[in-house]
């Protein structure tokens, strides 16, 4: 069983985890570093060893995508439709 935690509380981290921000989103960390690639999350920070995504832009970048018809591929496909 992996050791994945949810973020508990009134409020997530400022920085968290792949593992962290995998299990916040219920995707895989591979699906992580999809989104990263693909421009739908925003790339990580190193800070010290370790590297982290900051929540608040994470959250923006989300919020974007979620909010515009246009960033959505299925509903792009739907345009395809004849």
């Known amino acids: 069983m992996s050791d994945k935690r949810a973020i508990v509380g009134q409020r997530p981290p400022s ?19 999809s989104y ?17 995504w900051n929540w608040a832009e994470v959250e923006a970048a989300l919020g974007a995508h979620t909010s515009s018809p246009e960033a959505d591929p299925y509903m792009q496909g739907l345009n395809n439709v004849t």
């Open 15 to 33: 920085y968290v985890s792949k593992a962290t921000l995998a299990a916040e989103l219920d995707v895989s960390e591979s699906t992580i570093e």
């Open 36 to 52: 990263v690639q693909r421009g739908i999350l925003p790339k990580p920070v190193r800070i010290g060893s370790s590297v982290r």
